[in-house]
């Protein structure tokens, strides 16, 4: 499945996997520069944190782990945590948006890195993989 031409492109992959669980893991505990994420008092500013902190971080570091130890499940969980970067990134796009100006710098940045990761994840698995889904067809 893993040949040596893919050897590259696989290790770029799990290194951004992991490096984005771990940005997700340690940002989401100080919310994002507004302070310790379990002293907040408005809840409404520690949704995305809080999803951060138990969805992506933890799909991110085992989508690394899976893809660097080259299991076939590696790459789908990475199709599936690409979903979750999408979708969190678009939902960063609206709420800067809906808040509008002036919005941090900073607050763009990482949905952009999350959304070209997973357009490009997804890119690569196709152009590199068959992948089959059993129908019933």
Known sequence: MFSKYKLISYRIFSLLFFTTGLFAFVGSLFCWGEGWLFEQTNLQNIILPLAD???TAPLSILTAYGIASKKYWGIYLGIFTSG?????????FILVIWNGNPYPLQLIIPPIFGLS???????WVLKNYKIKFKTKY
């Open 53 to 55: 902190l138990i969805l």
């Open 84 to 92: 979750i970067y999408s979708l969190g990134s678009i939902l960063v």
């Open 117 to 123: 990761i997973s357009i490009l994840y997804v890119i």
